[in-house]
């Protein structure tokens, strides 16, 4: 193989992977869509139990720490697991890591709203979170990226 048809054949590796890097990164992105209905939070009365005699800036100061502390235990448990010699189990670990994390943030975020008053509406209140979750994401579903020239 000449040093062209090597190149070549690395452009094409490094094409593939980026595609199917998308791939992975829309379906863990769909992931946590799909659990962020059931991530439970708090509302103020029951923060305020939670945490009595606290001011509004106390008890976000609390829910800060509680979720580092919350996001520091999963970070060295999926980093535990990844030491385990078992690299086809990396995507599982790192998707793992991604989405209980993201779960964590939701949660603070949430909470922070309640303990300041800034509720969101529900944009359809009553309606039931999905039942399954999304299945692989089809090209037909993504929207297409915006043309390089748009890029920032």
């Known amino acids: 193989m000449t040093g062209a048809g090597r190149l070549s054949s690395v452009k094409r590796g490094v094409r ?11 379906h863990i992105a769909d992931l946590i869509i799909h659990i962020a209905p059931r991530v439970p939070v708090r509302d103020l009365a029951t923060l305020r139990k939670h945490f009595p005699g606290l001011g509004p800036e106390e008890i976000a100061d609390r829910l800060v720490v509680g979720a580092s502390r919350a996001t520091a235990t999963v970070g060295a448990g999926i980093g535990a697991a990844a030491m385990m010699p078992v690299p086809p189990a990396m995507f599982a670990e790192l998707a793992a890591e991604v989405t209980g994390v993201a779960a964590i943030e939701m949660k603070l975020v949430a909470e922070l709203h309640e303990v ?15 039942t399954s979750p999304p299945g692989p ?10 043309p390089p020239s748009t890029r920032r």
């Not at 593939?16 to 829309?26: L, P, Q, T």
């Not at 300041?116 to 309606?127: N, W």
């Not at 994401?137 to 915006?146: G, K, L």
């Open 137 to 146: 994401r089809s090209a037909a579903s993504r929207s297409p990226a915006p």
């Open 16 to 26: 593939k992977g980026g595609e199917s890097a998308k791939e992975a990164i829309g």
């Open 116 to 130: 300041y008053g800034r509720r969101p509406r529900a944009a359809s209140a009553g309606a039931p979170p999905p």
